[in-house]
């Protein structure tokens, strides 16, 4: 083959190249021609009025979660605050702007810190969203097998920001440089003289983004420590700022709202519920409350005293305790569950002197022939007729033995469960879409997957972190579900799921509250400790049925108070910013 020199063609410099290697089939390998084509995508590029991750995600944004991350990046230059009302996505827009960084190869060391019961779910979203999954945990095992070289030595970490901040590791942190930092519930940030705001104002870092849905919940000073960390110098002093931004002897109230408003929009984004017109049909939850059989209710308590009486003994570290909290809300999902870590825990020699018990608590579960929950799911089944019903269980176990309960019954279901591959996984929502009428699943179709072709759920077994509830409602509660949602939660009286549901569902109407909304209630709680680290030590340190029910009462009053606050807060911050900060 020759390249032809007629005149009449005019070809584009570069061109006889390109033409030559054809003619000699010169071709580039499959990856290299991709890497080739993206690096000339990148070129093509100017700056970011086009996203180049739109394309290797696995889900759909929203228009204004991209128009937020395209702000943070071009108009923030990445150094800004989401602060979408809540419910609406500032994870959504964070992760688009760590996906476009990545790509661009612009931010190669990345710290995410969260609230502890936060850590995870960031994880899950990163791995299943953005197909960034090599973030790791501060409490990984490969992370903590690292020691103090764990910080330097893995570039992607998301961390609980009570951990970061203890001495020595806080150290550690604050001598290396991050190209990127992203503060979720940023507000907890609003004390400059708190060391949470010290350490993360120490922090070497190019970009930072901070995310909250209450930038201010008190005093206007609130706006300024969170803005000086982004850029400093922005609102000038304290004085200056109070002298300029806020009315004499009322730190709530503003003036200069104007310029307030301009020096604001060069750092923080905020969509509120009308601007996106995001819209849910209703939901509606309902409380299956049901008595154990005598044998189920014995086997119930002999297990809770067992767990009482080894706490009890003094010797409990962290992992012991945390056995024991499993071994907990394994009994309250079903006997077959705790069996199996009975007999586990037998075999193990860190629990020889409890031998004889565990193997007599065990033999009693084996041999537990009632199942108060099971047949109430049954009842459930066989009322839903043709619509179709995502069965939750938190156990492997569990779900085990409701798969033969089920079969038994002759009633068609679909597992789903860890176990399976991703394509077994795809496989099995495929079905359950198209032909199937049972999802039977673990914790793992609450990560990730939209199941909004489905109107009804159950709760065979609660979590006890109700973020997770939460997650588990927002697979079919989301956009796209036309029917409303009906939420059945199994609950046995007496135990302790019964009294979670009655805070929660009862006292709160946590069923009844916008996603998201529990996530900032349990903030305004505590930030050091998760709310189901709470729940077991109410359970395991009552002394009685009466200390029980009233400590179980306080720890509801103080979840409404933090409703209360959640609420107040955001009242504030709608009257303050309005909807004049969307992207």
């Known amino acids: 083959m020759t390249i032809s020199s007629n005149p009449i063609v005019q070809l584009q410099p570069g061109a006889e190249e390109v033409l030559t290697a054809v003619a000699h089939q010169q071709f580039l390998t499959p990856q290299a021609y991709r890497l080739q084509l993206a690096a000339a995508h990148m070129l093509l590029i100017g700056g970011f009025d086009e996203l180049i991750c739109l394309d290797s995600l696995h889900f759909d944004p929203f228009p204004y979660q991209i128009k937020a991350a395209q702000a943070a990046l071009r108009r923030f230059r990445g150094r ?15 992760g688009l702007v760590i996906k476009e960084y990545r790509l661009r190869q612009m931010a190669e060391r990345i710290l995410i810190l969260t609230p502890p019961g936060l850590v995870q779910q960031w994880r899950e979203e990163l791995a299943q969203k953005f197909g960034l999954d090599d973030f790791v945990t501060n409490s990984d095992d490969v992370f903590r097998a690292a ?35 992203v503060i979720d519930e940023a507000h907890h940030l609003k004390n400059r003289s708190s060391v949470t705001w010290k350490f993360v104002n120490d922090l070497q870092k190019r970009f930072i983004l901070m995310l909250t849905a209450t930038p201010v919940e008190n005093r ?5 420590n969170l803005i000086t960390i982004l850029k400093p110098g922005q609102l000038k002093t304290p004085q ?87 071994l907990q809300r394994e009994i309250g999902s079903s006997a077959t569950a705790v069996a199996r870590t009975l007999h586990k825990l037998a075999a193990q020699p860190a629990w020889k002197s409890h031998k004889s018990r565990l193997l007599s608590l065990a033999d009693d579960a084996v041999a537990m022939s009632d199942w108060a929950k099971a047949d109430a799911l049954l009842k459930i089944l066989h009322s839903a007729r043709q619509d179709k019903v995502l069965i939750f269980t938190h156990f492997q176990a569990t779900l085990d033995a409701l ?4 079969t038994a019954e002759d009633i068609a279901f ?4 860890g176990g399976l591959t991703t394509a077994q996984k795809d496989e099995a929502i495929r079905r359950f879409e198209n032909e199937g009428r049972v999802l039977l699943s673990t914790e793992a179709a609450g990560e990730g997957r939209n199941l909004q072709f489905c ?51 009862r006292k709160l109407n946590m069923f009844e509250l916008v996603i998201g909304e529990m996530e900032m209630i349990l903030g305004y709680l505590t930030q050091e400790q998760d709310f189901e680290e709470m729940l077991l030590e109410v359970w395991l340190h009552s002394a009685d049925q009466t200390a029980l029910e009233t400590s179980m009462n306080e720890l509801g009053d103080r979840l409404l108070a933090a409703r209360e606050t959640m609420r107040r807060v955001q009242a504030f911050d709608e009257t303050l910013f309005g909807e004049d900060f969307a992207a």
């Open 240 to 326: 200056e700022f109070r002298r300029q931004f806020v009315v004499k002897g009322d730190p709530h109230s503003p003036k200069n709202r104007g310029l307030l408003r301009e020096l604001m929009a060069d750092v923080m984004i905020r969509h509120s519920r009308g601007q996106v017109n995001v819209k849910l049909p209703p939901r509606r939850a309902h409380t299956v409350r049901l008595a154990l059989s005598p044998p189920e209710q014995k086997l119930y308590q002999e297990v809770s005293n067992f767990v009482r009486q080894v706490l009890s003994e003094g010797r409990d570290s962290g992992a012991r305790k945390l056995t024991l909290g499993i």
């Open 414 to 417: 679909i597992p789903y469960h």
């Open 147 to 181: 020691g103090e070289e764990a910080w330097r030595k893995f570039p992607h970490v998301i961390a609980s920001i009570a951990a970061a901040r203890l001495t020595g590791t806080r150290e550690i942190i604050t001598s290396l440089t991050y190209d990127l930092v």
């Open 220 to 224: 206007l000073e609130e706006l300024y």
């Open 455 to 505: 109107h009804l759920m159950v709760n065979f077994d609660l979590p006890w972190n109700p973020q997770r509830i939460e997650q588990r409602v927002g697979r079919i509660h989301r956009v796209g579900q036309t029917k409303q949602v009906e939420i059945f939660n199994l609950s046995a009286e007496g135990t302790i799921e019964d009294y979670l549901l009655h805070i929660l569902d």
């Open 403 to 406: 798969a033969e309960r089920l």
């Open 80 to 94: 800004g605050m989401l602060c979408d009302e809540v419910g609406l996505g500032k994870t959504i827009e964070a």
